[in-house]
Nanobody, 129 residues
């Protein structure tokens, strides 16, 4: 059974930091295009960041320079380090896995444009001003 389980969400003030984790079971993350999606209240889901099997990353423009995606293959865990958080970053954040070939072509846009191999249940991030 494939599972992606996110953790690390919470409430933080503007300018603060959080690190999200996503632990995978039943799936080897290094064999997939991995990434994060977020969905703000009453808005559509949007890709945030991607990382491929070689460790090449992409990030969406609005988080560039503030968010960083990484993975620990030994722990089969994906991370999203979020710094300088803003109120507009408030959203539920989902970990996602997609077929590995899409990362190079679509980067962070992969996860809202192709069928996913797996997606987690989400973790809520709330940033107050």
């Amino acid at each position: 059974q494939v599972q992606l389980v996110e953790s690390g969400g919470g409430s933080v003030q503007s300018g603060g930091s959080l690190r999200l984790s996503c632990t995978a079971s039943g799936l080897i993350i290094s064999n997939h295009c991995m990434g994060w999606i977020r969905q703000a209240p009453e808005k559509e889901q949007k890709g945030v960041a991607s990382i491929d099997s070689r460790g090449v990353t992409t990030v969406e423009d609005s988080v560039n320079g503030r968010f960083a995606i990484s993975q620990d293959n030994a722990k089969n865990t994906l991370y999203l380090q979020m710094n300088s958080l803003k109120p507009e970053d408030t959203a539920t954040y989902y970990c996602a896995a997609a077929p590995r070939e899409f990362c190079a072509v679509m980067g962070w846009e992969t996860f809202t444009h192709v069928p996913l191999d797996a997606r987690g249940q989400g973790t809520l991030v709330t940033v107050s001003s």
